[in-house]
């Protein structure tokens, strides 16, 4: 009976100690960030009929390849109800503020330098971007560089709309 009870107890805490990871299907997990032009934005209130987001890092050879078409992408779909919302994990604003100003991003920005809101995605791997429709459901995930302008992706993209 105890070997039963510490092995139900050993899968019990192994189970808890796995970090989460927000699939396609699932409701996008709760945040709340404050962005660089001063708007709030949560996974169900952003202003949009889908939020692009996009966690990176200056330090991110695969993210600084992905933003000139991000850019791109907000431009082209800014005003068709799509919103961008990259979520940088420094830990040095001078390099998140140089980034920002080197790639002229005019997409929303805000911090997460202690990966909070990046953990409650079970984002580990940067660039890691998650679609979320207007009911805070994920409807995309995308692990890696993305050409945001591929058409197929982008046809992908205007059905969602």
């Known amino acids: 009976m105890i070997v039963v009870l510490v092995g139900a107890l050993g899968w019990v805490i192994s189970g808890s100690l796995e970090e989460p ?8 997990p709760q945040f709340s960030v ?7 934005l949560t996974e169900t209130k952003f202003g949009g009929k889908l939020l692009v987001l996009n966690f990176w890092a200056a330090w991110c050879a695969p993210c600084v ?4 078409s991000l850019e791109a992408f ?3 779909f800014g005003d068709k109800g799509v919103v961008v919302l990259g979520v940088s994990v420094d830990t040095n604003p001078a390099l998140y503020q140089r980034f920002r100003e080197q790639f002229n991003v005019s997409f929303e920005t805000s911090r997460d330098p202690q990966w909070d809101i990046a953990a409650k995605y079970g ?7 998650y679609i979320i429709d207007a009911n ?7 692990i890696a560089a993305q050409n945001w302008m591929d058409p197929a992706f982008v046809e992908s993209v205007k059905k969602l709309l």
Do not use: I
Request: glycine share 8%.
């Open 74 to 76: 907000q431009q082209a």
């Open 65 to 68: 390849q992905e933003v000139p």
């Open 136 to 142: 805070g459901k994920v409807v995309q995930k995308v």
């Open 123 to 129: 984002t580990f791997q940067l660039p890691e971007t």
């Open 34 to 40: 404050k962005t660089e032009t001063g708007k709030t």
């Open 21 to 28: 990871v927000t699939k396609v299907g699932d409701r996008a």
